[in-house]
């Protein structure tokens, strides 16, 4: 049985008392729960002293950051695949550049799409490998310097 969930020995109207009290949030107070149940201040001080009120309140309000927690850890994750999947495709777009060297063949609209997804670490790779440059609003790819990067490391194989 869950802290919150109701106690042995209490009554159905101390219990839903107690609901009403949680149901506050940060608003709630013993006088609040007297005031909208219209039960008198001393018995509802009473139900929350014997029935451990503050206590149950703290551990429900633990179990609902608990689940906040994990549903924006389980947000955070389908974001992170969500980017993953646009930081490949990104991947795709540069790869084919390099390989046919005609960034005509890749839309302006393909490369405005990507940047506005937040997929731009392949994008940020390429700029540090010194193969492209952002502005605002554009991408420039620079095939030559691509090109001279690869016949380095062809250099170096030999």
């Known amino acids: 049985m869950k802290i919150w969930e109701r106690q042995k020995k209490e009554s159905e109207k101390a219990f839903a008392a107690f609901k009403m009290f949680l149901d506050l949030g940060d608003e709630r107070t013993q006088q609040k729960v007297a005031e909208k149940s219209n039960k008198d201040a001393s018995l509802i001080h009473r139900w929350a002293s014997d029935y451990n009120w503050q206590e149950r309140a703290r551990a429900w309000d633990n179990s609902l950051l608990e689940l906040k927690r ?4 389980k947000r955070y994750n389908q ?3 969500k ?18 060297k005609d960034i005509a063949k890749i839309s302006w609209k393909s490369w ?10 392949m994008i940020e ?3 540090s490998l010194g193969v492209a440059t952002t502005t605002d609003n554009e991408i420039t790819i620079n095939i030559t310097a ?4 690869e016949s ?6 030999k």
């Open 79 to 81: 974001f992170l695949d």
């Open 125 to 127: 790779l390429a700029k």
């Open 112 to 121: 405005t799409e990507l940047y506005r997804s937040n997929c731009t670490e």
């Open 152 to 157: 380095v490391k062809s250099d170096d194989d």
């Open 70 to 73: 994990r549903n924006y850890a």
């Open 83 to 100: 980017q993953f999947k646009g930081n490949e495709r990104i991947q795709e777009l540069l790869l084919k550049v390099l390989e046919e």
């Open 146 to 149: 691509a090109e001279k990067q």
